[in-house]
T-cell receptor
Framework: DVKVTQSSRYLVKRTGEKVFLECVQD?????MFWYRQDPGLGLRLIYF???????EKGDIPEGYSVSREKKERFSLILESASTNQTSMYLC????????????FGPGTRLTVT | DQQVKQNSPSLSVQEGRISILNCDYT??????FLWYKKYPAEGPTFLIS?????DKNEDGRFTVFLNKSAKHLSLHIVPSQPGDSAVYFC???????????FGQGTTLQVKP
């Protein structure tokens, strides 16, 4: 079974803090993704990576950066957290882009106060 | 601009009846469509998919229908069970971008 794990289920940070969200997958997948889920907006893609050290912006990259130093690990970084980044963050991985199903982690509920 | 839309935020059906969840899209370049199910406090899990070369795909109680001319797809669950109560997301992708675009989600409640 594919397993995608995220470092924290719940996180509370203060405005202006630097925040790291970590994601690890154990299926040797090439592609990894970061989404945020907000009520009424569904899942929106922040960044994705199709190979180690490679990254592409998604639909809402502003205020975020990512790092992929190893194939199994994909980190989302909030350089200076703001209250409008309070959200559920979901990491996913897939073998191929586009047509292949993505496997999701359980999510991190981030609250920025 | 929302390229994938699920216009019904919620749906309630009786156990044993059919659940029909709808999804509309605007981008004619989409060539693959997927449905995901999400329980509270869990990540979404893949349910069923369909390629644009087909108009129907069935997997047990779940059937997805694609109407390309109307840019519309639907997920049918027959018979519905209380364990199907969850949020359902449709998603679409095009081969040239590799990205999935998700709808807003529909919360399905199946009443015993």
């Amino acid at each position: 079974d594919v397993k995608v794990t995220q470092s924290s289920r719940y996180l509370v940070k203060r405005t202006g803090e630097k925040v790291f969200l970590e994601c690890v997958q154990d299926m040797d997948h090439e592609n990894m993704f970061w989404y945020r889920q907000d009520p009424g907006l569904g899942l929106r893609l922040i960044y994705f990576s199709y190979d180690v050290k490679m990254k592409e912006k998604g639909d809402i990259p502003e205020g975020y950066s990512v790092s992929r130093e190893k194939k199994e690990r994909f980190s989302l970084i909030l350089e200076s957290a703001s209250t409008n980044q309070t959200s559920m963050y979901l990491c996913a991985s897939s073998l191929a882009l586009g047509w292949d199903e993505q496997y999701f982690g359980p999510g991190t509920r981030l609250t920025v106060t | 601009d929302q390229q994938v839309k699920q216009n019904s935020p919620s749906l309630s059906v009786q156990e044993g009846r059919i659940s029909i969840l709808n999804c509309d899209y605007t981008n004619s370049m989409f060539d693959y469509f997927l449905w995901y199910k999400k329980y509270p406090a869990e990540g979404p899990t893949f349910l069923i998919s369909i390629s644009s070369i087909k108009d129907k795909n069935e997997d047990g109680r779940f059937t997805v229908f694609l109407n390309k001319s109307a840019k519309h797809l639907s997920l049918h669950i027959v018979p519905s069970q209380p364990g199907d109560s969850a949020v359902y997301f449709c998603a679409a992708s095009s081969g040239n971008t590799g990205k999935l675009i998700f709808g807003q989600g529909t919360t399905l409640q199946v009443k015993p």
